[in-house]
């Protein structure tokens, strides 16, 4: 089933009236050790495997507290009102995000991208499974 959330909406909302239960993922924002800042564009972006050797993943409840924003949801906001995503930019979140990266030198998730920490963890966690569960016997 594809669900459209709206522009403007709210994720939760536009899932819950489809599915009994919703998780959202999160991708952590970017703490580069070593990679440079200029890499983190279109064409040289860096790969996976530089992003999880360099890379330092911080939460979003990091970005929260050292941002000084109010709730996850300003931080969801500022993020698409950055990338020009929304209808109705909200200007103060963005430029409060941009001061933040800019201040903390870190690089904001990337739309539309599993993240490479997440992935791992999730391909990690799938493995464990695998391996308590046992072997599958069919009949």
């Avoid at 959330?5 to 050790?33: E, M, N």
Wanted: charged share 20%; net charge neutral.
């Amino acid at each position: 089933m594809f669900v459209h959330t709206p522009d403007d909406g709210k994720i939760l909302d536009a899932y819950c009236k489809h599915f009994s239960k919703v998780w959202v993922v999160l991708s952590p924002f970017l703490r580069p050790q070593a990679l440079p800042f200029e890499r983190f564009f279109p064409g040289t972006y860096p790969t996976r495997n530089e992003i999880l050797a360099d890379c330092t993943p911080v939460t979003w409840s990091e970005v929260l507290h050292k941002g000084g924003f109010e709730t996850l949801s300003d931080i969801d906001i500022a993020l698409r009102s950055y990338v020009l995503g929304l209808t109705y930019p909200n200007q103060r979140l963005s430029d409060q995000l941009a001061n933040m990266v800019e201040g903390q030198k870190l690089i904001p998730p990337v739309e539309g991208c599993f993240a490479p920490h997440n992935e791992r963890r999730f391909l990690l966690r799938l493995i464990e499974r695998k391996r308590c569960a046992g072997p599958v016997v069919s009949a």
